[in-house]
């Protein structure tokens, strides 16, 4: 079987790696046109900080080598679907079946007089945000803004601007927000970005100087290629519950497809793993997600699961210590659960310390559709110094609970 996957970043390595791990005769050719071997782009913001100094790149030339992997660095033009062949500029290439892992690009914004700015989505662009010096103004405070902020207010003066009423407003809701926006020096919420003229940024009522741009307001799927092939396109490339586009030959995974998930690494590797399983005859559907996902700014460590509450939805918030109440070098906890009837759908955990832990066990929670009694009785492990006998998150179950019965 030839299969030919284009675009070789996580979800597009992914999925060859979990076919070759079924089937070590299939022809596997990925096509990239980065001319990079894989790397994380979920550390660029570190590389910009200094506090990765050494490779990003998650997979060596040896490991295609050593799983029989073919990979061209060239740009796939076009695809003929009805000869089921794709196009680069030098040569034609055959394939039964075809993965579409092109991945997303920096959304920009319509803003009059944007001209000269950085964004953050390959290790040149981290490679240019080092140089920046002096004071930045970054457009955008989701997960990358945010983080970014982070890694350039070390040396730079930062102003963070965002549109939406609050900060990280995909992952938090406004209350749990405002914990994170008091430390974040130079942050303007709910602004409207009225023109930029060379370095000056014109809001409603503030004109603020700066010596440089970034954007950092998400990113949109690259989809041109399969639009033009006759592929089903709006936001992202169009996709059932199998991965598999409007032709039944060609599947789509990664930030390149449209899904209810975010763009999200963790997201394109489960996707990355149907698509594997279906180009091989395993019938798999794609789960819902619950886009759990982690980020930090200064010493906080922000994480977030499921629903982030609505009016069919009740909650509780629970402000508590890391450790023993009484033990030396605390730190804080805030924890909100969210249920809908009494099941729990959503999290968010803002803390210095043991919040991947948390958000991960309650994002297992909300995936299990767990009962806010049933995490009531969760059984947790205490020792003074690292940890409370009643975990935080289980005396938010609890608070949640008594709201629920009222
Ligand atoms: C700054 C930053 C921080 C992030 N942090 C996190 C995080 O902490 N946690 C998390 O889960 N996610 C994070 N993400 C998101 C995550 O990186 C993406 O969701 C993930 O990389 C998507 O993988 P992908 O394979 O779909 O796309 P990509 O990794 O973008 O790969 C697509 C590849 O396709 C190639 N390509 C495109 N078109 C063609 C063509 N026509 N021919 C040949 N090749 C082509 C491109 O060159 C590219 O290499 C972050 C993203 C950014 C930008």
Request: proline share 2%; net charge positive; with cysteine.
């Amino acid at each position: 079987m030839n299969i030919v996957i284009i675009g070789n970043g996580t979800a597009g390595v992914t999925t060859a790696l979990e076919i070759r791990k079924k089937n070590k005769q299939a022809n596997i050719k990925i096509f990239d046109k980065s001319g990079n071997l894989p790397y994380s782009r979920c550390s660029l913001p570190y590389l910009v900080s200094g506090k990765i100094q050494d490779s990003i790149q998650t997979f060596d030339r040896n490991f295609y080598k050593q799983n029989n992997l073919k990979i061209i660095n060239a740009e796939v033009k076009s695809i003929n679907r009805q000869e089921k062949v794709v196009k680069t500029d030098k040569d034609n290439y055959e394939y039964d079946k075809l993965v579409l892992a092109t991945g997303a690009k920096p959304f920009v914004p319509d803003i009059a007089g944007l001209k000269d700015y950085y964004t953050l989505h390959t290790i040149k662009h981290a490679q240019e945000l080092m140089k920046a010096s002096g004071k930045g103004v970054i457009i955008g405070a989701g997960m990358v803004g945010v983080e970014l902020a982070d890694s350039l207010r070390q040396k730079c003066d930062i102003v963070l601007l965002e549109a939406k009423e609050h900060v990280l407003s995909t992952i938090l809701d406004k209350n749990f927000a405002k914990i994170v926006e008091k430390k974040i020096k130079n942050l303007r919420t709910s602004v409207n970005i009225k023109k930029i003229d060379q370095n000056k940024v014109y809001l409603k009522d503030e004109i603020i100087d700066c010596d440089f741009i970034v954007v950092a307001c998400g990113v949109k799927a690259n989809s041109k290629l399969a639009k033009e092939s006759g592929l089903k396109v709006r936001k992202g490339i169009i996709v059932d519950k199998q991965m598999k586009t409007s032709d039944k030959d060609i599947y789509a995974c990664g930030d390149c497809a449209q899904t209810n998930a975010a763009k999200l690494a963790t997201n394109a590797i489960m996707q990355a793993e149907v698509v594997a399983d279906n180009i091989l005859g395993i019938d798999a559907k794609i789960k819902p997600s619950f886009n759990t996902c982690i980020t930090k700014f200064d010493n906080f460590i922000i994480g977030s699961t499921g629903d982030l509450g609505s009016e069919n939805t009740i909650s509780a918030v629970f402000r508590g210590k890391a450790r023993a109440e009484y033990y030396p070098k605390n730190s804080k906890v805030y924890v909100k659960l969210i249920a809908k009837e009494d099941y729990l759908v959503g999290a968010q955990l803002i803390g210095e310390e043991d919040v991947v832990g948390r958000i991960n066990w309650l994002a297992l929670a909300v995936q299990q559709k767990l009962k806010i009694e049933q995490l009531c009785d969760a059984e947790t492990a205490y020792n003074p110094a690292l940890s409370c006998v009643f975990d935080p998150v289980v005396v938010a179950a609890n608070i949640l609970k008594r709201k629920i019965s009222r």
